[in-house]
């Protein structure tokens, strides 16, 4: 039975009827005439437009309905022109980049001109209806009972997996879509033919076999109506929709699947019969989150950056970018798209659930063949089905370009930021290359054929949702009122080359190139005689218009579809508990950066000092800028100069921003905690931008798995509010990695060195060896890619130069203003470091360690994280070269360098003889990446869904509770070290308060210090006028003297300029440093039961003639305690054996007793 589609002539191909269109034609969507490129004797066969189209540029007619065409003169980058008497060129045609790779639409006409012409942005300035009803909806279901009636039963909520409401109301309108597609008898007729036996031609095809091909009744009946449509409801029973992981879909090249449901057995489920399937849908989360972003464009701007991210990748240069992206017309399209895909999948589980194979015998083997359309070779169900409905199949023109990755190239499919073409005819039936659908087996007049694609205008697009166009349009004139416009004249061809069958390349336009001077402007072509489709449709006779109308079914009485049986949704195997159920969680970053924050201010609260070197290096020097006084190492003479006085003010000025709060009466004391506080701040702002870049430019989950990482780690706990150049390293680090991480809206090399090596400079000089990695991925991209691309790479270095060495000038401003003489104080650090180390001198006199010493700090600080951590790189090679998963949106190469600087930094520091934990501080960022990167891996490999992978024959809940049980223990076990370390360690913060308390101390007096001179926390948690001094212990080295305070000439802070005496760099003990034990007011001692006392070292508690406890406080006796003790906090109940148990000692403030004098 011949189709009343095919009878109404809807596809336009009559003698008298031409697919060209003139411009009023084009009205409904605004189309111009596309520039004619000039006309020549030109003999190259087939012109490559990826080599040619781009030396054409053009503009606007006057009359605004076409435009005006010249070639340019690549003499002139700025303008193009040969003479001044040409035209400015407006729109650049041809390829947008360097690239090959972009679509043959953009080769010919380039985005530009795409754009002027309404193929990518068409602002959409009226309130619209976007709730699309179906022609035939109201026959089949009352639609007027609630909104929920108005979407069709199999694309309901109960159908989707764990689906929440949020999420339904985010997809409503492309299910609304979707709905319209379905309810419409035209389509209805390809489900009555799938699902009734009597509807099937057997046939023979000479190349492929027997195959089974549908006959398509012009009407269906009433009956035969409701009884398609309740097959099509009872689908509730046969299928089910779910979100699958991106990693899984790009491994299928895919946005979606429909795969056949297989029981505990391994055998396959019946559907409607015993030759039938039950199946289930997965869709790409990308839907979802695009279509989510969109939603919540207001809170941050996650959807919009995606734009400008591909326009930095794509290389865009700015003569050639089209005009911003209209985020309304852009999500329209993913909307359609997703329609579209939501169609395509259940054609082919409603084939699966009632097109029966009698000879499938190994159904765990192959898929059941699917019946073919008529006029449409193709076994491949859902494109057909979609080409039957819109006469095209509509896809996203996509583009690549390294450093793309595989996932940026797939992600167009759900952004479509470049718009949407369709084949001239879809007629592939055993292979089709995936870029462009063309016939690669068959027969051999099919590789003689030219290939055609049309761009769709963005209007019609949009016109998809008004609900005018389905209640009035397609109410009237049929389901072809919608099909895809095909615009002859902005057409592209590929004809294939007698090269190797199957090679197509772009052609179809033949036209010289000028070298010495531009051709002749040539405007757009006059318009055809002939009307355009929808004119055509609008005035055609009645006869035709009686034929469309036949389409439209006879109402019937409205038939609530029949309720769905019960069915088990989620069987073991495909259940994804970690992969494909659960959005990836997305904090916003201010609430990320608050949590940080929180936990960084109890580390700067109640976590002790760990290195004496912060106290007398950093926190003293800092002391003599805020109160005057202060212990000076020999760091800070100026016959050495190897600490930055810069770095010091810094933190000096910080400590002044507690005047502006208004609290007053405040001990000292307190500027200590408001610096911690605000160096926790710092730390977790650095870290919260470093997350957001992760989670919006690589994986929201990866973004999710750092925060938790740096969030709950003993080593970021300590670490974030240390007073260390090796932490402030470790904040520009974190900041350097995001901006090198981010390339949307274009790369922030300059911003990234001015981070990590300006950071170096002020910091630590060493760590400006983390930038490393990143300039090389940069020069690598600058090198192989173009000359334009290096000379851009040069100038951002150049850019970042500069910026870095505004930070060196400033840094050595200050230092010769306080040290009164030349001193470039990072070339000072690696001088001693790493010349001064050979001639006997250097870090190695202080000790050393073996080379395991970071492994075995790193497992205390990062636990597990650590060990995945190491096997990140690994792990990263085989989930993508071997088992060709994509895990984020940029190249395989960019991964490799991100996760480069953990293991550059781990290498260089474990050759080291001297070692110390503060040394791996700059790295900590890059550890909780490469931890997040291998942790994200082996929960995907955890989630897997694959039923030939080992994995997912274990049952699914177990398969969850292992990985919660992992990170749980990961939490657990880091918390339990930083109470353990808090508990152990914190006597040294406590037994100064006292001091504060009115009439303890006077001004004048001492507080001193024998062996425990390298727990002191600095002075200020002295009162005022109370100084800290040293009695002599067993300690041997050079200690630290006192800034002076003489006043000496012009200038403030002569202790920082004038020369101390006694100063060395060999660690050679000064007996100058020392005070009299009986200039001593009060001392703090400590007494374990592991270590008696010396002459050097008496046991001044125990003196209780002498000296009084004002406060005693417990700490950790690290010699008596065991292994599991020292680790972590053990709490001290009696029924715990002793050797597990940990031992303590007395920390005490002693007075000396006024009796002595």
């Not at 006029?375 to 199949?393: F, T």
């Not at 100058?1072 to 006392?1093: E, I, N, R």
Request: aromatic share 14%; charged share 20%; net charge neutral.
């Amino acid at each position: 039975m011949t189709n009343a589609m095919e009878d109404s002539d809807v596809d336009m191909e009559d003698s008298d009827v031409n697919n060209g269109s003139i411009f009023d034609g084009w009205l409904p969507f605004k189309i111009p005439y596309p520039p004619k490129f000039p006309d020549s004797n030109y003999t190259l066969v087939d012109p490559d437009l990826e080599l040619y189209a781009k030396n054409f540029g053009a503009t606007d007619n006057p009359d605004g309905k076409g435009f005006q065409i010249r070639q340019l003169n690549k003499a002139d980058p700025i303008g193009g022109k040969f003479s001044d008497d040409e035209f400015d060129v407006k729109y650049r045609l041809g390829s947008s980049s360097e690239s090959r790779h972009w679509h043959d639409l953009v080769h010919k006409w380039g985005l530009q001109l795409l754009d002027r012409a309404g193929f990518i942005n068409v602002p959409i300035q009226e309130p619209e209806e976007d709730d699309p009803v179906g022609r035939h909806a109201r026959n089949l279901r009352d639609i007027t009972k609630d909104l929920d009636e108005q979407i069709h039963p199999v694309f309901r909520k109960e159908m989707w997996r764990n689906m929440d409401d949020a999420q339904y109301a985010t997809i409503r309108t492309p299910l609304l879509l979707a709905t319209a597609f379905l309810d419409d008898p035209i389509t209805l007729q390809v489900f009555h033919a799938i699902s009734s036996p009597d509807r099937w031609d057997n046939l023979v095809d000479s190349k492929l076999g027997p195959y089974r091909r549908l006959k398509l009744s012009g009407t269906l009946t009433d009956s035969e109506l409701k009884a398609t449509y309740d097959k099509m409801a009872d689908m509730r029973k046969y299928t089910s929709f779910y979100w699958e992981d991106e990693g899984v879909m790009m491994k299928n090249s895919a946005v979606a699947c429909t795969d056949i449901r297989y029981g505990t057995n391994k055998k396959y489920d019946p559907a409607s019969g015993p030759l039938t399937r039950k199946s289930d849908i997965a869709i790409g989360w990308m839907y979802y989150n695009v279509l989510r972003d969109y939603e919540t464009r207001s809170q941050d701007n996650a959807y919009e950056e995606y734009f400008e991210d591909f326009m930095g990748l794509a290389g865009i240069p700015q003569n050639r970018k089209p005009g911003p992206f209209d985020l309304d017309c852009a999500i329209r399209r993913t909307e359609f798209l997703f329609a579209c895909v939501l169609v395509h999948e259940f054609a082919h589980a409603f084939s699966l659930a009632y097109f029966e194979k009698p000879d499938m015998t190994e159904p765990a083997k192959q898929l059941p063949d699917e019946p073919w359309l008529p006029g449409n070779r193709s076994n491949e169900l859902g494109d057909a089905l979609i080409d039957h409905i819109l006469k095209g199949v509509p896809k996203p023109q996509k583009f690549f370009q390294w450093p793309m990755s595989f996932e940026h190239m797939h992600q167009q499919y759900y952004y479509s930021p470049y718009g949407i073409c369709f084949a001239g005819k879809w007629d592939a039936w055993k292979a089709t290359n995936e870029n462009e659908d063309v016939l690669l087996e068959g027969r051999d007049e099919d590789h003689n054929k030219r290939y055609t694609y049309y761009p769709m205008p963005q209007k019609q697009v949009n016109e998809m949702f008004h609900r005018d166009t389905w209640e009035h349009y397609v109410v009237r004139l049929g389901l072809g009122w919608i099909s895809l416009e095909r615009i002859e004249e902005w057409a592209a061809h590929r004809v294939q080359t007698s090269i190797q069958p199957g090679s197509w390349r772009a052609a179809s336009c033949s036209f010289p190139l000028n070298t010495n001077r531009s051709t002749t402007a040539m405007p757009s072509p006059p318009p055809p005689s002939r009307p355009a489709r929808r004119q055509f449709m609008t005035t055609m006779t009645a006869s035709k218009a009686a034929k469309l109308q036949n389409n439209k079914a006879l109402p019937v009485t409205p038939t609530a579809p029949a309720e769905a049986r019960p069915v088990h949704m989620f069987p073991a195997d495909l259940t994804k508990p970690l992969d494909a159920i659960a959005d990836p969680i997305y904090l916003n970053p201010l609430i990320a950066f608050y949590i940080l924050a929180a936990a960084h201010a109890l580390a700067a609260l109640y976590f002790p000092i760990q290195d004496c070197d912060e106290v007398y290096n950093y926190y003293e020097p800092t002391h003599y800028l805020t109160d005057g006084y202060g212990k000076q190492t020999w760091e800070y003479s100026p016959d050495y100069a190897i600490r930055s006085w810069a770095y010091v003010t810094l933190h000096a000025f910080v400590i002044g921003l507690r005047r502006v709060i208004p609290i007053w009466g405040l001990p000292k004391v307190w500027k200590f905690y408001f610096l911690r506080i605000m160096l926790g701040a710092v730390c977790a702002a650095s870290e919260a931008r470093l997350y957001t870049k992760i989670s919006r430019t690589l994986n929201p989950r990866l973004g999710m798995l750092f925060f938790l990482i740096m969030l709950t780690s003993p080593g970021m706990f300590h670490a974030s509010v240390s007073f260390l150049p090796s932490t402030f390293s470790m904040y520009t680090t974190a900041l350097g990695m995001a901006a090198f991480m981010d390339w949307r809206g274009g790369m922030r090399t300059a911003q990234g060195m001015m981070c990590m090596i300006g950071g170096a400079f002020l910091g630590w000089p060493f760590a400006a060896a983390l930038i490393a990695p990143f300039m090389l991925e940069e020069f690598v991209l600058a090198y192989f890619t173009d000359k334009e691309e290096f000379i851009s790479f040069c100038y951002r270095i150049l850019d970042g130069s500069v910026r870095s060495t505004i930070v060196l000038v400033l840094q050595f401003c200050l230092d010769a203003f306080f040290y009164r003489k030349v001193a470039i104080v990072p070339f000072n650090i690696v001088w001693y470091n790493v010349i001064a180390a050979r001639e006997g001198k250097g870090p190695d006199i202080y000790g050393t360690e073996p080379w395991h010493f970071y492994i075995r700090n790193l497992l205390l600080n990062f636990n597990i994280w650590f060990v995945i951590a190491v096997a990140a790189m690994p792990l990263y090679f085989i989930h993508t070269f071997v088992l060709r998963q994509p895990i984020f949106k940029q190249s395989y190469l960019r991964g490799v360098f991100f996760l480069t600087p953990f293991y550059l930094w781990l290498a260089i520091f474990t050759l080291q003889p001297h070692k110390e934990e503060r040394f791996m501080y700059p790295i900590y960022p890059a550890l909780g990446f490469n931890a997040a990167m291998g942790s994200h891996i082996l929960l995907s490999w955890l989630g897997t869904s694959n039923p030939r992978s080992l994995i997912a024959m274990i049952p699914a809940k177990l398969r969850l509770l292992f990985a919660s049980l992992c990170f749980i223990a990961a939490v657990d076990f880091g918390a339990w070290r930083t109470l353990g370390m808090v508990t152990a360690f914190n006597a040294p913060l406590s037994v100064y308060k006292p001091l504060r308390l009115p009439g303890v101390t006077r001004p004048g007096d001492n507080v001193c210090l024998g062996k425990e001179w390298y727990r002191f926390p600095s002075s200020f948690h002295l009162p005022e006028g109370v100084r800290a001094k040293f009695v002599k212990s067993e300690f041997s080295g050079l200690l630290p003297g006192d800034f002076s305070q003489a006043n000496q000439g012009f200038g403030l802070y002569p202790g920082a300029w004038l020369t101390p005496t006694g100063m060395n760099d060999e660690n050679r003990e000064d007996p100058s440093k020392y005070t009299q034990l009986s200039h001593c007011s009060f001392m703090v001692d400590s007494s374990f039961p592991s270590s008696g006392p010396s002459p050097l070292e008496p046991d001044y508690i125990n003196q209780t003639d002498i000296w009084e406890k004002l406060t005693c406080e417990p700490f950790l006796d690290a010699s008596k305690t065991g292994t599991i003790g020292r680790i972590g906090w053990v709490p001290d109940w009696d029924f715990i054996p002793s050797k597990y148990r940990r031992q303590w000692g007395e920390y005490c403030l002693l007075r000396r007793r006024k009796s002595i004098n």
